[in-house]
């Protein structure tokens, strides 16, 4: 039977936390952001459904099309998961061998979509340097290493965490009792890709002729630096939380940021492939030498 949370005072948490009021729920916030979070990646999902239809699904078969709708469709389900499980209106009867299992799943999910979040900024940074070989070369060893860094990283962290991830019947929530430094690798190693991309992006656009005409403000826009710039201020975010090893603070945005990074990949992925069919269809020259988007060439009416 599940003990009502709110009328709790007298207990005390496994950590230490108080159970009053909302303080029976220290990882409520959590919850909070992860419905805000989902809620924002739902309603742009909505609002760029018939961009996604019109853009995407009958652009060419390519990876880059195949990674963007997997990972566009997986983070919803991944939140929705995780949401149910920190229900507190839920009473799932899960016990901590089933937390361990299910936040294990959900985490191994995130780290592949961020892998995949990565090679689709990086296919289309590529696009950007035409055909340099060697910045192509470059960013390729930098995503390898950023990749497989983040994994390693993972899997550490995961060994030492796993194990004190505990099921919490009077609050239903499956909880982490401690952290592991591995975990700021994990997200430092996705961070520092973002900000060697955004570098070279940067770059890439100040090297660039431009008609002075042209503002460049304009032209940092469309080469995707404010994308990138908030990417790095969410990964920031994450990374800035793992920091404190508190395990109350550790997982609070994991999936709000997790969210909001998708729904600026997204946009700025359907923003780019509508430029490249509008300048296909113009006749006129694309954002760089070929393509300036990843997902082939433009597909005919």
Known sequence: MSI??????ASMHPLGWPLRGIDVCPHCPALRLQFIGLAILIYDHILTLHSEWSLIWRAPPSFAKYAFLLNRYLVPGCMTAAIYQMSLFTYADLTTSGCQ?????LSLLSI????MA???VLMRVMLLWGE???AKRLLGASFMLST???FTAFILAMWRMLLDIQFFPYVQM???TRTSRWLIATWASPLLFDLFTLLTTVYNTLSRPRDAHVPLRKALARDGISFFLGLVALRILNLSLAATLDPSLTMLAVFFVWSCITTL???SLLRLRKAELDSDAADAPGLTTGRSSPFGVPFKE
Not at 4 to 9: E, F, Q, V
């Open 4 to 9: 009502n949370i709110y009328n709790a005072s």
């Open 101 to 105: 299992v299910l936040l294990l799943t």
């Open 112 to 115: 592949c979509s961020i892998a």
């Open 118 to 120: 990565n090679g689709l």
């Open 132 to 134: 340099n070989r060697t």
């Open 148 to 150: 497989l860094c983040t």
């Open 174 to 176: 499956c909880v982490p």
């Open 265 to 267: 990949l997204n946009r």
